[in-house]
């Protein structure tokens, strides 16, 4: 890998092109400020490039640290991979950098479509991920090695000197594309067109360095070759901007089928709703199904959260515990701007106020205008005793406890109506920070009710979940209810699991695999009762079905788990 030192030759042969001086349009200095011009263009659609990679795959897959470190892993053992290459390359530099310029430009800028396409028809990208990875990183890596070789035929200097100017262009480069991706692409463009607008800046770039400045040196067949070939280049990326629209729905109707009315892209996740928009006539509607003839559903990144088949008996299970047993005037919501925790709250008579916190703002939006959803939530969030908060619910609670300092909480109910703990972005809203604070806003007696994963497929999840409570010095109650079977292959956070079979001969097996459950966890102070409220509505779920989960869930304990930290999350393991 590491070529010998060249023999001393004696005589005058002429000098191969790397170290020909090359012949300009422009004096030196200014074809020296050109090439490093090219070496910041490339380095920032590089790093552009490695976090759409990133940031797709996490959107796809979800799971950031472990995408990250797929990508960055494979990229760069394949720009190590692409340097060596490019020494091959270097008696050719000019040509060798046009073509490396043209297939990067290509190969980056389509990644995004790519990965999306896989995923959307043939039902799983990391294979494609792990490819473009490769790939991009092989293209990125030979840049240098061939860059170098050109600067040095603008003007020869030391090699040390050489080195410090296209890393600091390199650098620099690598900063402005890091900041663009997420400050100015991703909002202004998205991921497909901001992609593709960068694989076609790249080509421009390394079409202007070859093609101009050194197209003195080119042989009249390469200036050709190389003239098509970014043309050809330029027009598939603009033909894949013309068709991104298009290509996007097509997409999502293989994801989400052809019922999907509502899909935006906000500031903090994809949002997307299905099915109809009729209106619940009695507390037991909520199937909107004009039109497209499936229950309405709300997706957030390509994860199920809602849909009106099975949501009322997931928040009638995860609500009504920590309704029973004691005061609840006062109830806060930790998540949950789709307003359906807090529909189930309002229905409490003794309820005088109920605040909500969520992230996105567009959800709160989509809940109070949208039909389908405003229907299903029966307007709660446009009711007066509710105030909805636009926050991270961390930062929310931290913020509460600073202002509280030395004062008692004052819910009487909290509701963590969040992600799921599996979720690499949602795993401080399950740390033992979180729920200390979450602790600090409970009134004296009152219970804390959170929504904790599937308790079978992902038991190990479910119950560090548990361990993290108790962990603030709060007492458990960890209980399932029933649910529907999920018909959505995305890995929604909110889908009922099947239970495992039987571990072997004689082992306890559950219910058959069609009954699939969602796991909650109720916390106190003191040892939480299941009683039933005296204002409880008729609709509330059956307490008998939820002491049989909590017993059923007793059975299942795994005991000994270390509570998730910030520092130390373990919802991954």
């Given at each position: 890998m590491i070529d010998p030192p060249e023999p001393l030759v004696v005589g005058a042969l002429r000098p191969p092109e790397v170290l020909t001086p090359a012949r300009l349009p422009v004096p030196c200095g200014l074809g020296r400020l050109l090439v490093l011009t090219v070496v910041f263009v490339c380095a920032a659609c590089g790093l552009v490039y490695e976090l759409e990679l990133v940031a797709m795959a996490s959107y796809l897959t979800g799971d950031s640290v472990t995408q990250a470190s797929v990508v960055l892993s494979f990229m760069v053992f394949a720009m190590g991979v692409g340097a060596l290459l490019a020494k091959r390359l270097r008696c050719r530099a000019a040509v060798g950098f046009g073509a490396v310029e043209t297939v990067l430009a290509l190969v980056g800028g389509s990644s995004a479509m790519a990965l999306y396409a896989c995923f959307a028809w043939l039902g799983q990208s990391r294979t494609a991920l792990v490819g473009f990875s490769l790939g991009i990183g092989v293209l990125i890596g030979a840049e240098i090695p061939l860059l170098m070789t050109l600067i040095q035929r603008v003007r020869r200097q030391d090699a040390g000197g050489a080195v410090a100017d296209l890393f600091a262009a390199d650098y620099v480069g690598a900063l402005v594309g890091g900041l663009a991706f997420p400050f100015l692409l991703l909002p202004c463009l998205g991921q497909l067109t901001g992609t593709l607008v960068t694989g076609a800046v790249n080509q421009l770039a390394g079409a202007v360095l070859v093609l101009w400045l050194f197209g003195r040196d080119l042989t009249p067949r390469a200036r050709w070759v190389l003239l098509a070939a970014n043309a050809l280049a330029l027009a598939l990326l603009g033909a894949g901007m013309a068709l991104a629209g298009p290509f996007e729905q097509a997409a999502r109707r293989a994801v989400y089928?052809?019922?999907?009315?509502?899909?935006?892209?906000?500031?903090?996740?994809?949002?997307?709703?299905?099915?109809?928009?009729?209106?619940?006539?009695?507390?037991?509607?909520?199937?909107?199904?004009?039109?497209?003839?499936?229950?309405?559903?709300?997706?957030?990144?390509?994860?199920?959260?809602?849909?009106?088949?099975?949501?009322?008996?997931?928040?009638?299970?995860?609500?009504?515990?920590?309704?029973?047993?004691?005061?609840?005037?006062?109830?806060?919501?930790?998540?949950?701007?789709?307003?359906?925790?807090?529909?189930?709250?309002?229905?409490?008579?003794?309820?005088?106020?109920?605040?909500?916190?969520?992230?996105?703002?567009?959800?709160?939006?989509?809940?109070?205008?949208?039909?389908?959803?405003?229907?299903?939530?029966?307007?709660?969030?446009?009711?007066?005793?509710?105030?909805?908060?636009?926050?991270?619910?961390?930062?929310?609670?931290?913020?509460?406890?600073?202002?509280?300092?030395?004062?008692?909480?004052?819910?009487?109910?909290?509701?963590?109506?969040?992600?799921?703990?599996?979720?690499?972005?949602?795993?401080?809203?399950?740390?033992?920070?979180?729920?200390?604070?979450?602790?600090?806003?409970?009134?004296?007696?009152?219970?804390?009710?959170?929504?904790?994963?599937?308790?079978?497929?992902?038991?190990?999840?479910?119950?560090?979940?548990?361990?993290?409570?108790?962990?603030?010095?709060?007492?458990?109650?960890?209980?399932?209810?029933?649910?529907?079977?999920?018909?959505?292959?995305?890995?929604?956070?909110?889908?009922?699991?099947?239970?495992?079979?039987?571990?072997?001969?004689?082992?306890?097996?559950?219910?058959?695999?069609?009954?699939?459950?969602?796991?909650?966890?109720?916390?106190?102070?003191?040892?939480?009762?299941?009683?039933?409220?005296?204002?409880?509505?008729?609709?509330?779920?059956?307490?008998?079905?939820?002491?049989?989960?909590?017993?059923?869930?007793?059975?299942?304990?795994?005991?000994?788990?270390?509570?998730?930290?910030?520092?130390?999350?373990?919802?991954?393991?």
């Open positions: 089928g052809t019922a999907a009315r509502v899909a935006e892209q906000t500031g903090v996740q994809e949002v997307v709703l299905t099915g109809g928009t009729d209106v619940p006539q009695d507390d037991d509607a909520g199937r909107g199904r004009k039109g497209s003839g499936r229950p309405l559903e709300l997706y957030l990144d390509g994860r199920l959260k809602v849909s009106s088949d099975s949501e009322r008996a997931y928040h009638q299970a995860l609500v009504g515990p920590a309704m029973a047993g004691g005061r609840h005037a006062r109830a806060l919501v930790l998540g949950g701007g789709d307003g359906l925790a807090a529909r189930e709250l309002l229905r409490y008579r003794a309820v005088r106020s109920v605040t909500v916190v969520e992230i996105d703002p567009e959800v709160v939006r989509l809940a109070r205008t949208d039909p389908g959803l405003s229907a299903l939530n029966r307007h709660a969030l446009d009711d007066p005793r509710v105030r909805v908060v636009t926050a991270d619910s961390f930062n929310w609670l931290r913020q509460q406890a600073r202002s509280r300092r030395g004062r008692a909480g004052q819910y009487d109910v909290v509701v963590s109506d969040l992600p799921d703990p599996g979720i690499t972005a949602s795993t401080k809203l399950y740390s033992q920070e979180f729920y200390g604070l979450a602790l600090r806003t409970l009134a004296p007696g009152g219970r804390l009710a959170v929504h904790a994963g599937p308790p079978l497929a992902r038991a190990r999840v479910y119950w560090t979940v548990e361990a993290t409570l108790r962990s603030v010095g709060l007492v458990t109650m960890p209980y399932r209810a029933a649910g529907r079977r999920p018909d959505f292959s995305g890995d929604p956070d909110r889908s009922v699991v099947p239970l495992p079979p039987p571990a072997g001969p004689g082992a306890r097996g559950g219910p058959p695999s069609a009954t699939r459950y969602w796991g909650f966890v109720l916390a106190a102070r003191r040892p939480p009762r299941l009683v039933a409220a005296p204002d409880a509505p008729s609709t509330a779920a059956p307490l008998r079905d939820l002491r049989a989960g909590w017993r059923g869930e007793a059975q299942e304990r795994i005991p000994g788990l270390p509570p998730s930290t910030l520092m130390h999350p373990r919802y991954g393991q």
